[in-house]
């Protein structure tokens, strides 16, 4: 089962601006992750935040997350055609397995 | 570091065929995770290894599918007879032993089946 739903499903914007995907999920979590995923390609890890962070950035990309509301965003800022891609949110919910349960994703087009 | 190594690429068979999917971890990942990802949709674990041990297969269509790591390092994913709906591609993914590095996953750029 799918713990993790994006939104939006689809975005398209013009390079330069910044894109926002959400991501909403069921049950506590001990990490969330953020994945990219080009057309055709194996997935590429992005960015981890943990349940005690609220707030992580790594180059272009800051991640949020709110416990409360079991929910995390995604932002890439000024972004480029490079960026169009689908974006996966995949919680790990503890133990020792490391499993990971992903979403749907958030298919970004980022138009030159 | 080499990446995780996936084979074929892309495969086009009939339904009721069979067909075994390789993968090669990143050296010295203990845990190895076949994913199915049907378009559309994010990847579904189908199952993990520890080592050659299975440490969960609980979404794994067990009548048609199965799954072996022998020696703890190259694992093989067959499905034995194929059926339209396992038209996805078949990721694998690794993962370093431990906390922190060891959480995320890195995966293989996926085979390609369409079951025709």
């Known amino acids: 089962s799918q713990q993790g739903e994006e939104d939006p499903q689809a975005l398209s914007i013009q390079e330069g601006e910044n894109a926002t995907m959400n991501c909403s999920y069921k049950?506590?979590?001990?990490?969330l992750q953020w994945y990219r995923q080009n057309s055709g390609r194996g997935l590429v890890h992005l960015i981890l935040?943990?349940?005690?962070?609220r707030e992580k950035h790594s180059g272009r990309l800051r991640v949020t997350l709110d416990t409360s509301k079991k929910s995390s965003s995604l932002l890439i800022t000024a972004s480029r055609a490079a960026d169009t891609a689908s974006y996966f949110c995949?919680?790990?919910?503890?133990?020792?397995?490391?499993?990971?349960?992903f979403g749907k994703g958030t298919l970004l087009t980022v138009n030159p | 570091e080499a990446g995780v190594a996936q084979s074929p690429r892309y495969k086009i068979i009939e339904k009721r065929q069979s067909v075994a999917f390789w993968c090669n971890p990143i050296?010295?990942?203990?845990?190895l995770y076949w994913y199915q990802q049907i378009l559309g949709q994010g990847p579904k674990l189908l199952i993990q290894?520890?080592?050659?041990?299975?440490?969960?297969d609980s979404q794994l269509p067990k009548d048609r599918f199965s799954a072996e790591r022998l020696k703890g390092v190259d694992s093989t994913l067959k499905i034995q007879p194929a059926k339209l709906e396992d038209s996805a591609v078949y990721l694998c993914?690794?993962?370093?032993?431990?906390?922190?590095?060891?959480?995320?996953?890195?995966f293989g750029p996926g085979t390609r089946l369409l079951v025709l």
């Open positions: 993914a690794s993962r370093r032993p431990g906390k922190g590095a060891g959480e995320t996953q890195y």
């Open positions: 050296s010295g990942h203990a845990t």
């Open positions: 049950t506590s979590i001990n990490n």
């Open positions: 935040i943990r349940s005690n962070e």
């Open positions: 290894f520890q080592n050659n041990g299975v440490v969960d």
């Open positions: 995949a919680t790990d919910m503890g133990g020792s397995n490391y499993k990971l349960t």
